[in-house]
C-alpha cells in the first residue's frame, strides 16, 4: 500500500525544504550478474529481493519519470545485459526524449547487440575495468576470462561510434598501477576516463579493511594522475581523466546526493523508489513504484521528505554554519558507522564520531598481510538475507576461498 497520503508523510512534506524535480534517474534493472565484485554498491542481501518489474512496468515508470522532467537515464544494475528487452527499453526511453547511458561490466556484449543499442538510440556507454593487470582484474571480477573480454568489448564500442568511456574503481590492490591503467586507457583510445576511489557502501563497506588505500597509496596516485594530465595535454591526446577521491580523507562530508530527494531518482528492480542507491539499508519506508505513481512518491511519501530541510539534524549539524553546504553529510554513512541515521556523517571533523574515521584510516597504515575479501554472490548474499539486520556475526567466514570462476 502506498504511504503517500499518510499523515506522517504530509508533516515532513511541511517540514521539508522546497524541492526540484527527479532530473536523474537511475534504472537498476537488476541484481543479476556474471561477476563477483567485492565493492559493488547493491545492498548485502540482494538475494532477498522481490520479482524483477516487468518490461511494461519499467516503460511505465520512464514515462512517469519524464512527465515530471527527468532528462537522464541510466540503466544498471547487477548487469543490465542480462535483462533481455533492454533493446525495447532504450527505445521507449529514446522516445521519450531521455539522454540514456548503459553502466556496464561489459561481460556477455557482442558488436552485434552493441548496433542494437545504437539502432534503438542509446548515446553513451561505460564499460567498467577492475584492474590493467590481467591476473588482478579477473581475481577481483570472480572470473577467469574477464579481462579478455572487457578489451574486446571495450574496442568494439569504440569501432561502433560511441565516445570510450571507462570506469576503474581503485582501491588498495590496483591504486599502486595508476599508471598502467591510465596507459591502459591511452591504449584504448578512451575519451572520458573515471578513476572512482572505492565508495564504502554495500560490498565494499563490508570489504572495507581489504580495501581501503593508505592516504600516501591516495595522494600518489591523485599526484600521477595530474602528471599524466598535463603529459597527455601537451601531445594533443583530448582524454579527460576525472579523479574521484574517497571522503575517508577528507575533514568535511560530501553533500548527500546533491541533496536528498533533489534531483537523483533510483528504481531498484523490484521497483522500490529510493533517493540514492544505499538508502534501503536505512530505517524508513521506501515506496514502490507498483503502489504509487512517481509523482506520489517524488513529492508525498515519507522515505523522499523524511531528510529535506533540516528538522531532524542533531547538533552539531543543527547549528552549524555549513549545514546548507553539506546537509549533515551521507545519511546511509551515519548510519552504517554510528547505527543513528540522523547523526552527523562521520567524516566530519565536527562529529563526535570521526574517530571512527581515524580508526579507519589506521586500520588501512597496518601491515597488509592476507587478503579475506567477500566477494558479492548469490550464495554469500543468501547468507546476508538468512541473517538480515546484522544477525551474522562474521560474514565473511561464508566465503574464504574467492578463487575465479570461468
Given amino acids: 500500500m502506498s504511504n503517500a497520503g499518510s499523515t506522517t508523510a504530509n508533516h515532513l512534506a511541511r517540514e521539508a525544504r522546497p524541492h526540484g524535480q527527479p532530473l536523474w534517474l537511475l534504472a537498476e534493472l537488476t541484481y543479476k550478474c556474471p561477476l563477483q565484485c567485492p565493492y559493488c554498491s547493491n545492498p ?49 526511453a529514446r522516445q521519450l526524449g531521455f539522454y540514456t547511458n548503459l553502466i556496464t561490466s561489459g561481460i556477455g556484449l557482442t558488436g552485434q547487440r552493441i548496433a542494437a543499442f545504437r539502432e534503438a538510440g542509446l548515446d553513451h556507454i561505460q564499460v567498467s575495468f577492475q584492474a590493467a593487470d590481467e591476473e588482478v582484474n579477473n581475481l577481483l571480477a570472480g572470473s ?8 574486446k568489448i571495450a574496442r568494439e ?16 590492490h590496483n591504486i599502486d598501477r595508476i599508471d598502467r591503467i591510465i596507459e591502459l586507457c591511452v591504449e584504448l583510445e578512451a575519451d572520458y576516463v573515471e578513476l572512482a576511489t572505492c565508495q564504502y557502501y554495500g560490498w565494499a563497506y563490508e570489504n572495507r579493511e581489504d580495501l581501503l588505500p593508505t592516504r600516501a597509496q591516495l595522494e600518489r596516485a591523485e599526484r600521477i594522475t595530474n602528471e599524466y594530465r598535463e603529459k597527455l595535454q601537451a601531445e594533443g591526446n583530448p582524454v579527460k ?30 521497483g522500490t523508489a529510493l533517493p540514492c542507491h544505499s538508502a534501503r539499508m536505512l530505517p524508513l519506508e521506501f515506496p514502490n ?19 529535506r530541510g533540516d528538522h531532524w539534524m542533531k547538533e552539531p549539524c543543527r547549528s552549524c554554519s555549513e549545514k546548507e553546504q553539506d546537509h549533515g553529510g551521507c545519511r546511509c554513512q551515519a548510519y552504517m558507522m554510528t547505527g543513528d541515521m540522523h547523526a552527523a556523517d562521520p567524516v566530519c571533523g565536527k562529529s563526535p564520531d570521526h574517530g571512527l574515521i581515524l580508526e579507519a584510516r589506521q586500520a588501512a597504515e597496518a601491515e597488509y598481510t592476507e587478503s579475506n575479501i567477500t566477494f558479492r554472490n548469490e550464495r554469500n548474499s543468501r547468507e546476508f538475507a538468512k541473517g538480515a539486520r546484522g544477525q551474522v556475526e562474521d560474514p565473511r567466514v561464508f566465503a574464504r576461498s574467492g578463487s575465479p570462476t570461468d
Avoid at 145 to 151: G, P, R, T
Avoid at 241 to 269: A, Q
Avoid at 289 to 307: A, H, P
Fill in 157 to 172: 564500442v569504440k569501432a561502433q561510434g560511441y565516445p570510450m568511456v571507462l570506469n576503474f574503481v581503485t582501491h588498495k
Fill in 144 to 151: 577467469k576470462k574477464a579481462f579478455e573480454q572487457k578489451l
Fill in 44 to 92: 548485502l542481501d540482494f538475494a532477498g529481493a522481490g520479482a524483477e518489474l516487468s518490461t511494461e512496468e519499467w516503460i511505465d515508470v520512464f514515462r512517469q519519470a519524464r512527465a515530471m522532467g527527468a532528462a537522464q537515464l541510466g540503466f544498471s544494475g547487477g548487469e543490465p545485459l542480462v535483462r533481455r528487452d533492454l533493446e525495447t527499453l532504450i527505445a521507449e
Fill in 241 to 270: 581523466l576525472i579523479f574521484v577521491t574517497p571522503d575517508y580523507y577528507e575533514e568535511r562530508p560530501k553533500k548527500c546526493m546533491n541533496g536528498w530527494g533533489e534531483i537523483f531518482l533510483t528504481v531498484t528492480p523490484d
Fill in 289 to 307: 513504484v507498483k503502489d504509487s505513481s512517481i509523482e506520489q512518491i517524488w513529492n508525498e511519501s515519507t522515505g523522499f521528505n523524511y531528510f
